[in-house]
């Protein structure tokens, strides 16, 4: 561990991370700053989410977090990066998303008409910005090129990131601390292979996401609505597309998809388990990971531990692809805290519920108990 301190690794660092420093800073700051404005504005025009349903929350609560993210967002990719093309089309596109799933929050959008928007701007990102995979690099330096292939792959992608992180946001901070932990994730790789550009962009939504949390963590002020998940799936989706662009990297794209394994895989099975019960994809329920162990008796807030440390663990994984090693030992032990905090913060409260009735039959014991 001596040698991650060592002057040439600090030089390296400060070399490659604090770039992105600059716009996790302006991020975090300005999307703090907005939250009230949100908060305002969410009430003034009744975007707000009610109480009932799958909301556990007692009082009707602000749903315009998206905006008070992406301005931190803009922000900071404005003041500090290097503005062309691509980096103009997150700003963009993640600016888009935001404000046409308003429209959802505020009045609600058939399935087939959000999934429309969703594949739209999945189209602009890869057709109107060039923000496409156009290869995949495999071990030995083979590299394979999608051809045909390109915007098909890129649109199911941005399209698919968009979901994931929409189905993640089913429990207060839960979210928002995901996709921080992945964009650190992704700031770490990039910084690894020089890639400013994406740096900065990790940067500013690592920023505008820790930002949010301080409002959205549980018991949440405000939500960041499907505005706010849309915003932050494109954008990780599109800052993850850049990175490998412009370098062949052995499983470029493991980083930030062993980080965000666990929701990725819980999309999947959503998908799966309402096609398989002849319900619409979009249609919501209470089967998510999340809410599992919610049943199982962990509150919002350990939940939230629980992903963390989950991504941050698998997110380790993946930095070990781009010679950050040293890194999983520091994710290792922050993972153990994590979990122990978990664990203590039941045992003291003993807030170990009945178990649901799958685990029941599991566990041989009676389902009537």
Same mark, same amino acid.
């Not at 590299?143 to 929409?166: A, E, H």
């Not at 690894?192 to 002020?221: W, Y």
């Not at 096609?275 to 809410?291: E, N, W, Y």
């Given at each position: 561990?001596?040698?991650?301190?060592?002057?040439?690794?600090?030089?390296?660092?400060?070399?490659?991370?604090?770039?992105?420093?600059?716009?996790?800073?302006?991020?975090?700051?300005?999307?703090?700053?907005?939250?009230?404005?949100?908060?305002?504005?969410?009430?003034?025009?009744?975007?707000?989410?009610?109480?009932?349903?799958?909301?556990?929350?007692?009082?009707?609560?602000?749903?315009?977090?998206?905006?008070?993210?992406? *301005? !931190?967002?803009? $922000?900071?990719?404005? =003041?500090?990066?290097? #503005?062309?093309?691509?980096?103009? +089309?997150? %700003?963009? &596109?993640?600016?888009?998303?935001?404000?046409?799933?308003?429209?959802?929050?505020?009045?609600?959008?058939?399935?087939?008409?959000?999934?429309?928007?969703?594949?739209?701007?999945?189209?602009?990102?890869?057709?109107?910005?060039?923000?496409?995979?156009?290869?995949?690099?495999?071990?030995?330096?083979?590299?394979?090129?999608?051809?045909?292939?390109?915007?098909?792959?890129?649109?199911?992608?941005?399209?698919?990131?968009?979901?994931?992180?929409?189905?993640?946001?089913?429990?207060?901070?839960?979210? *928002? !601390?995901?996709? $921080?932990?992945?964009? =650190?994730?992704?700031? #770490?790789?990039?910084?690894?292979? +020089?890639? %400013?550009? &994406?740096?900065?962009?990790?940067?500013?939504?690592?920023?505008?996401?820790?930002?949010?949390?301080?409002?959205?963590?549980?018991?949440?002020?405000?939500?960041?609505?499907?505005?706010?998940?849309?915003?932050?799936?494109?954008?990780?989706?599109?800052?993850?597309?850049?990175?490998?662009?412009?370098?062949?990297?052995?499983?470029?794209?493991?980083?930030?998809?062993?980080?965000?394994?666990?929701?990725?895989?819980?999309?999947?099975?959503?998908?799966?388990?309402?096609?398989?019960?002849?319900?619409?994809?979009?249609?919501?329920?209470?089967?998510?990971?999340?809410?599992? #162990?919610?049943?199982?008796?962990?509150?919002?807030?350990?939940?939230?531990?629980?992903?963390?440390?989950?991504?941050?663990?698998?997110?380790?994984?993946?930095?070990?692809?781009?010679?950050?090693?040293?890194?999983?030992?520091?994710?290792?032990?922050?993972?153990?805290?994590?979990?122990?905090?978990?664990?203590?913060?039941?045992?003291?409260?003993?807030?170990?519920?009945?178990?649901?009735?799958?685990?029941?039959?599991?566990?041989?014991?009676?389902?009537?108990?």
């Amino acid at each position: 561990m001596s040698d991650f301190f060592s002057p040439a690794a600090l030089e390296s660092i400060s070399e490659h991370l604090l770039p992105g420093l600059w716009t996790l800073l302006v991020a975090l700051s300005v999307s703090i700053a907005i939250v009230p404005v949100a908060l305002w504005l969410s009430r003034r025009f009744g975007v707000l989410a009610q109480p009932g349903g799958r909301h556990a929350h007692a009082n009707p609560t602000p749903l315009l977090g998206g905006l008070a993210m992406w *301005a !931190g967002f803009a $922000a900071g990719t404005l =003041l500090f990066a290097h #503005l062309n093309l691509e980096t103009v +089309g997150v %700003l963009v &596109v993640s600016g888009l998303a935001m404000a046409l799933l308003v429209i959802d929050d505020k009045r609600g959008m058939r399935p087939l008409v959000k999934l429309g928007v969703q594949v739209g701007l999945a189209l602009l990102a890869v057709v109107g910005f060039g923000i496409e995979i156009k290869f995949f690099s495999l071990p030995g330096g083979h590299i394979v090129q999608l051809g045909l292939l390109v915007s098909p792959v890129s649109v199911f992608w941005l399209v698919g990131m968009q979901n994931t992180v929409n189905f993640l946001d089913g429990a207060d901070g839960l979210a *928002a !601390g995901v996709v $921080a932990i992945v964009a =650190l994730v992704l700031m #770490l790789a990039a910084g690894q292979l +020089g890639q %400013l550009e &994406v740096v900065q962009l990790s940067g500013a939504l690592a920023g505008c996401c820790a930002g949010f949390l301080l409002f959205n963590f549980p018991p949440a002020r405000i939500f960041m609505g499907d505005s706010g998940a849309h915003f932050l799936g494109i954008a990780l989706g599109m800052i993850s597309i850049v990175g490998i662009a412009k370098v062949a990297v052995a499983f470029a794209l493991a980083a930030p998809a062993l980080a965000l394994a666990l929701p990725i895989a819980d999309t999947g099975w959503a998908i799966l388990r309402r096609g398989r019960q002849g319900r619409s994809v979009a249609a919501p329920d209470t089967l998510h990971i999340h809410h599992r #162990l919610q049943s199982f008796g962990l509150d919002a807030r350990q939940t939230c531990f629980v992903f963390y440390a989950a991504s941050a663990l698998l997110g380790g994984l993946g930095l070990t692809l781009f010679g950050h090693g040293r890194i999983l030992a520091v994710v290792l032990i922050a993972a153990a805290i994590l979990t122990s905090t978990v664990v203590a913060d039941l045992l003291q409260h003993g807030r170990w519920r009945v178990p649901a009735p799958w685990l029941r039959r599991l566990l041989g014991e009676p389902a009537s108990r």
